[in-house]
């Protein structure tokens, strides 16, 4: 029946098929290639190239049905795809899980992982979405996207949530480079013979520079040079087949700064003594230094031209001290020398190469240079000139440098009499010309390949200091000594000792003494009379000691610099503590329980006598302030004389409560009346503190 008149069949409704013979409808037969075979999966013009069961199947539902006059809707069409048959689902059960007769691999459980690391980087390792990565970290606390960078102790938090076995790596940067450029090791075959690097040391006047140019000038009478050129500082000395290098520092102080930075350049310390003169306090600082650079000593006997000179002085003196001559048995030269006349320096200069040959040092030519910068300057004609001392390996013009926060290429190269060189071996002393600002002495010197690496290094470099200026170094203390030996940090307990007289120290070495413990072995580093100077605070932060104080305070200077390096300073008045607070810091159960607060110093100018009441000290305030409530000690010629309070503090003649920097004022200390002019009355407040195993200490209470 055809449709009525003016019916519009919905959108995508096929019309009614035309009528088909029965040859057309007929099934196709397998390897029938006739076209009548063919025509029932012939495409009609407009069709979709269903099978011609399908489309008969589709015309039936699509006619009109009996005595009704509707078609039957397309919705209830069944729809199949545009090739090939009927799809039909499976159970899942039943779907192909992998390849036939083969089990799935197990999924891994344990990585590597560089930090700092991407989360979009981590997925990616682990194989687990980076949102679920991110909802892990937001259970932590940490909204993060998935460029963001995760830290090694977020990785090691997400390792432990995830159960997964995480072995975190640092990544590869260019510093890393640099440090594995100065780990490697070279073979035995490569190595060759160096002279050795020496630096004078000992006391004022005793002559080390007066020695030093009387070598210089044996150099150049040897080679007939003219005048040496003193701007770098080093220089090479040759007599015969023997060779030493000389650096000219400005003193032990110089030596230990540049040490405490790592850069232990000198190979032989020469200790020089005057003959006439003997041991003195900066002599014994001089040993002290040498000995906690590890470096052998060579005492040059300075002086023996004169009439009252007495070398077996020295030589008894320095044998109190540990330096033993050969002579007498010991293991360290002694060289008796004259920096006037010249006698015994050619003696000096080939006993420090006998040293070095014993000791074999070496190095390889046949690499690039590594080495120490001593000191730089900026000269008008050159620029950054950087004195450099050639430690291993060779320097070559337009070598790529990068020392400390300084980088560049090498310019130009100067040797020690300011002669231009193309290369540099080991043990030569230098100038180098091409960095772009001034590296600081102490800092390493590395040659590297790439200009853009070392670029890259020194800005790493500069912004690390930046961020690191105002931290202090962790030195050990007696607060955190057990927490430091449980971490393996603290193998030996390094101290300085300075007492008020002879006779403490020798009682403080035998206290020292019977202090056993088998985590820490206990070193006295130095044992002085006097206060506690720079010179002892440098020491101590370049070799990680704890300086303790009987009767002796610091000076205002060692004060501030032990508080800018860090240092730990103890002092006391009863020696029996000494023992009983180390003791406890070994074994973890230290709880001191007062701290030392020093408000300001006055300087004693004028003394009154005051009927019934005694000496008043008119003082001057040099720095901070003095407090009618504070205690005072009395310090006379930096050694404790009185520790106890003040009875008065005026202003002319009116009571103050305290007294500032820049002003006079009288005082009187209760209890004490012998005061001299010129002595020290430092102010300082007790306060109650809390300590705990990590080192810091919480004021509680003031008194």
């Known amino acids: 029946m055809p449709p009525p008149p003016g019916f519009m069949p919905p959108k995508g409704f096929l019309p009614p098929p035309k009528p088909r013979s029965q040859e057309e409808t007929k099934l196709r037969l397998p390897g029938d290639d006739s076209d009548a075979a063919k025509g029932g999966r012939r495409r009609r013009k407009g069709g979709t190239g269903r099978p011609a069961d399908i489309v008969s199947e589709l015309d039936i539902l699509q006619k009109p049905q009996a005595g009704t006059g509707r078609f039957v809707p397309p919705s209830t069409v069944p729809r199949f795809p545009r090739r090939g048959g009927i799809r039909r689902s499976r159970?899942?059960?039943a779907r192909p899980t992998g390849a036939p007769g083969v089990a799935p691999a197990p999924r891994p459980t344990s990585f590597t992982v560089e930090t700092p690391i991407s989360i979009k980087d981590l997925s990616a390792i682990l194989g687990i979405k980076a949102n679920v990565i991110m909802l892990k970290l937001m259970t932590q606390g940490a909204l993060l996207n998935i460029n963001a960078v995760l830290g090694a102790d977020q990785v090691r938090q997400l390792a432990k949530e995830l159960s997964l076995d995480i072995t975190l790596r640092a990544a590869e940067t260019a510093e890393t480079a640099v440090e594995h450029i100065e780990a490697r090791e070279d073979k035995a075959e490569d190595l060759q013979p160096r002279p050795p690097v020496v630096t004078f040391m000992g006391h004022v006047d005793h002559g080390k520079t007066s020695l030093l140019d009387c070598i210089r000038k044996t150099e150049v009478a040897a080679h007939e040079h003219g005048g040496i050129t003193q701007h770098i500082g080093a220089n090479r000395v040759t007599l015969g087949d023997k060779t030493v290098v000389f650096l000219d520092t400005p003193g032990h102080e110089a030596f230990t700064a540049m040490r405490s930075r790592g850069a232990n350049v000198t190979d032989i310390a020469t200790l020089v003594v005057a003959a006439d003169d003997g041991v003195m306090p900066q002599t014994e600082e001089a040993i002290d230094h040498a000995k906690a650079a590890g470096v052998p000593i060579v005492v040059a006997v300075n002086k023996c031209d004169k009439p009252e000179a007495n070398p077996q002085r020295v030589r008894q003196e320095l044998t109190k001290l540990g330096l033993q001559p050969e002579e007498w048995g010991g293991d360290t030269v002694f060289v008796d020398v004259s920096a006037i006349t010249g006698e015994g320096v050619d003696d000096l200069v080939e006993m420090l190469a006998l040293v070095a040959e014993l000791r074999e040092l070496k190095a390889n030519p046949n690499k690039p240079a590594l080495g120490?910068?001593?000191?730089?300057?900026?000269?008008?004609?050159?620029?950054?000139?950087?004195?450099?001392l050639v430690q291993d390996g060779t320097l070559r013009i337009g070598?790529?440098?990068?020392?400390?926060?300084?980088?560049?290429?090498?310019?130009?190269?100067?040797?020690?009499?300011?002669?231009?060189?193309?290369?540099?071996?080991?043990?030569?002393?230098?100038a180098v010309v091409g960095f772009d600002t001034l590296p600081d002495a102490g800092d390493r010197l590395v040659v590297l390949d790439d200009i853009q690496k070392a670029r890259a290094i020194a800005e790493q470099r500069v912004a690390r200091a930046r961020q690191a200026a105002a931290n202090k170094r962790d030195h050990v203390s007696l607060e955190n000594l057990f927490s430091s030996i449980e971490q393996g940090r603290v193998k030996e307990l390094r101290l300085i000792v300075k007492a008020d007289v002879r006779g403490t120290i020798e009682a403080l070495n035998k206290i020292l003494g019977e202090i056993v413990s088998k985590e820490v072995k206990l070193h006295v580093m130095r044992a002085s009379v006097g206060e506690i100077t720079t010179s002892d605070v440098l020491l101590a932060d370049a070799s990680d000691a704890i300086i303790v104080g009987m009767n002796a305070v610091p000076n205002t200077a060692a004060r501030a610099l032990a508080e800018q390096k860090g240092v730990a300073i103890h002092t006391y008045t009863v020696i029996y503590r000494v023992k009983e607070e180390i003791e406890k810091a070994l074994a973890g159960m230290l709880s001191p329980e007062e701290k030392e607060v020093v408000t300001g110093h006055a300087e004693v100018r004028r003394l009154f006598r005051i009927t019934r009441?005694?000496?008043?000290?008119?003082?001057?305030?040099?720095?901070?302030?003095?407090?009618?409530?504070?205690?005072?000690?009395?310090?006379?010629?930096?050694?404790?004389?009185?520790?106890?309070?003040?009875?008065?503090?005026?202003?002319?003649?009116?009571?103050v409560r305290e007294v500032r920097e820049g002003f006079e004022c009288g005082m009187h200390i209760e209890g004490y009346d012998d005061l001299k002019t010129g002595d020290v009355i430092e102010s300082f407040t007790v306060e109650k503190v809390a300590r705990t195993l990590s080192g810091s200490a919480a004021p509680t209470a003031g008194g």
């Open 372 to 388: 120490t910068v001593l000191d730089a300057n900026v000269s008008g004609s050159r620029g950054p000139v950087a004195t450099v």
């Open 399 to 430: 070598d790529v440098i990068v020392s400390g926060g300084a980088f560049g290429r090498v310019k130009a190269i100067y040797d020690d009499r300011d002669r231009p060189l193309r290369e540099a071996g080991p043990s030569t002393p230098v």
């Open 613 to 655: 009441v005694g000496n008043v000290a008119g003082c001057y305030v040099r720095d901070g302030v003095i407090g009618r409530n504070h205690r005072v000690r009395l310090l006379r010629d930096g050694v404790v004389v009185h520790t106890g309070k003040l009875g008065s503090l005026r202003r002319e003649k009116d009571d």
């Open 91 to 93: 159970p899942r059960s």
